[in-house]
């Protein structure tokens, strides 16, 4: 904007220049005393030429002087003009500036442009603005990540998926997993290379072997040859002697045969009695056990014994938290075993449950959920989300029935006694098993639990007194026993448990 005083000045200035520059065009000055009426205000041309040009006046005949002179006081005033009007310019481009400047702080302040690393970002960005060079790294970090994501945020998931510690940065924990991984592929190198050298010396020890077995054989075959030499030799001699025994034996046979006649026909007419009421017996048995088969209910399978899953891992995987709670029944200090999933909770053929991964043991039971640390773990196999957790003696919905048979060494003394059969009773009970009485298979059992197989002794000799007999006797009642019930058990399909798999299926890692 231009100002009053300068409006003026420019005003003033160009109007007498005008004027004088019209007079003297028209070949002479007027100084006329009539005012002239130029740009609103008076002027008086004489009074202009007196003012301005005293020596032109009186001197007409050098009008080349006065020409330059006009021409002069005309380029002064554009001259003049032009200042004003750039000057005017010079100020609102001072204050766009001071503007731009303010913008530009707001994003890089003076100090943080002359900076090194501002000046290799601007040279990095090429054509682009660094605000566009930095945007479009912005953005190529997002689709590199996966999502957009504030840092806080990118943080916590890098912290949770990758176990990014919170002080350390995401380059050296990966620095960090890298080098791990260098090391874990140099020593399978070495286990590979081991190996190989075994495999070479396994090979090297297979030829030793075979060519020692065929020595052995060889030996042996020698001995062979030379023993049988001697057993044709002698063919003759023992030919002669066994047709001796047999005729001895025949001639015994026929003095024995009438005297144990009779005796042999009562015995035989016993047997067949005996063997005509055990086919019915068995007939009769068969019958009972096709109707007791019929009214079983079937136990379940123990590889479907899955009471819930993990749903998250905390810490540095030592906790975790469990889809079960008191609405489930879920008591404090309760062991589960922790599975990839529940095709690993089968038996092998020698009715062996397979140990978890992990074992947990419930700290904390709340409504829906509860907390578990973690009491055993595998290397290599950790705990993650949606995992399986097993309990033989627990299950939310049903009352599972065991049978507790025999002696325990529930501490681990090698010595098995009743009092541990007990503790052993009352554990099934607190954790929502039902321990049935007596010692017979039922049909709605569900388990069967063995303690450790009794000896079975051998016959007492003819010296051994009467105490020692009853104890004998004891003795084998109890391994007969022990075995009718293992025995019944498979036949009717019921999952026979030691200790020890109880232990597995309860996630226990020792009582």
Same mark, same amino acid.
């Given at each position: 904007?231009?100002g009053?005083?300068?409006a ?8 007498? &220049? ?6 003297l065009?028209?070949?002479k ?12 205000g008076r002027?008086?041309p ?8 005293p020596?032109?006046? #009186? ?8 020409v330059a002179?006009?021409v ?11 200042t ?7 100020g ?12 530009l ?22 054509r682009?603005? $660094? ?29 949770d ?5 919170p ?15 260098r090391?874990?592929?140099?020593t399978?190198? &070495?286990?590979?290379?081991?190996v ?6 396994? @090979? ?21 040859? !030379?023993?049988? =030499? ?5 063919d003759?001699t ?11 034996l025949?001639?015994?046979? @026929? !003095? ?26 068995? *007939? ?5 056990? @096709?109707? $007791?088969?019929?009214? !079983? ?11 819930? @899953?993990i ?11 469990? =889809?079960?709670?008191? *609405? ?9 075993e922790?599975?990839?999933?529940? &095709? ?31 009491? #055993? ?10 995992? $399986?957790?097993?309990?033989a ?10 049978l $507790? ?10 010595i ?13 009970? *607190? ?7 007596? =010692?017979?298979?039922?049909?709605d ?5 063995l ?14 007194t009467?105490?020692q ?5 004891e003795?084998?009642?109890?391994y ?7 025995? &019944?058990?498979?036949?009717?399909d019921i ?17």
């Amino acid at each position: 904007m231009i100002g009053p005083e300068t409006a003026s000045l420019l005003h003033n200035g160009c109007e007498k &220049a005008v004027i004088l520059t019209i007079c003297l065009l028209g070949g002479k000055l007027h100084c006329s005393a009539t005012p002239l009426y130029v740009w609103g205000g008076r002027f008086n041309p004489h009074s202009l030429a007196t003012e301005i040009f005293p020596m032109a006046i #009186r001197s007409t005949t050098n009008k080349g002087v006065v020409v330059a002179l006009v021409v002069f006081i005309i380029i002064s005033a554009a001259l003049l003009a032009t200042t004003i009007i750039f000057y005017s310019k010079l100020g609102k481009a001072t204050e766009d500036r001071k503007q731009a400047d303010a913008q530009l702080s707001n994003l890089a302040t003076p100090s943080e442009r002359s900076s090194d690393e501002y000046q290799a970002i601007e040279g990095e960005s090429g054509r682009d603005s $660094v605000f566009g060079y930095l945007n479009t790294q912005h953005e190529n970090l997002m689709d590199y990540v996966g999502r957009d994501m504030e840092l806080e945020e990118l943080k916590k998931s890098f912290q949770d998926s990758l176990n990014v510690e919170p002080t350390t940065t995401l380059w050296s924990h990966l620095n960090k997993t890298d080098r791990q991984l260098r090391e874990d592929k140099d020593t399978i190198k &070495a286990l590979n290379d081991r190996v190989q050298s075994l495999q070479v010396e396994k @090979e090297d020890m297979s030829g030793k072997l075979q060519s020692a077995e065929r020595e052995r054989d060889e030996s042996l075959q020698a001995a062979v040859d !030379r023993q049988l =030499d001697q057993i044709r030799k002698a063919d003759s001699t023992y030919e002669q002697q066994v047709a001796s025994a047999l005729d001895g034996l025949e001639k015994a046979k @026929e !003095r024995n045969r009438g005297r144990y006649v009779d005796q042999i026909r009562d015995l035989e007419d016993e047997v067949d009695r005996l063997s005509d009421e055990n086919v019915r017996g068995e *007939s009769r048995i068969q019958e009972l056990q @096709e109707l $007791v088969n019929r009214s !079983r209910i079937q136990p379940k399978d123990p590889a479907n014994l899955v009471d819930g @899953e993990i749903i998250e891992v905390a810490g540095r995987g030592d906790q975790v938290y469990i =889809d079960r709670g008191k *609405s489930d029944q879920i008591v404090l200090g309760m062991t589960f075993e922790v599975y990839d999933d529940a &095709a690993q909770i089968r038996p092998d053929d020698e009715g062996n449950f397979p140990r978890g991964k992990s074992s947990i043991q419930v700290v904390k039971v709340g409504d829906t959920t509860s907390t578990a640390k973690v009491t #055993r773990a595998t290397k290599g196999r950790p705990i993650v989300s949606n995992d $399986v957790i097993a309990n033989a003696i627990y299950d939310p919905s049903y009352t599972f029935k065991f049978l $507790v048979h025999g002696r325990f060494d529930v501490d681990g003394d090698e010595i098995a006694t009743l009092e541990e059969t007990d503790y052993l009773r009352r554990q099934i009970e *607190s954790w929502g098993g039902e321990v049935v009485s007596g =010692d017979r298979i039922t049909g709605d059992l569900d388990f069967l639990v063995l303690g450790i197989e009794p000896i079975n002794p051998p016959n007492p000799t003819d010296s051994a007194t009467a105490t020692q007999m009853q104890q004998t006797l004891e003795q084998r009642l109890k391994y007969q026993q022990y075995q009718d019930l293992f025995q &019944a058990a498979q036949k009717s399909d019921i999952p026979v448990l030691n200790s020890n798999r109880l232990y597995i299926l309860t996630g226990q890692t020792g009582m």
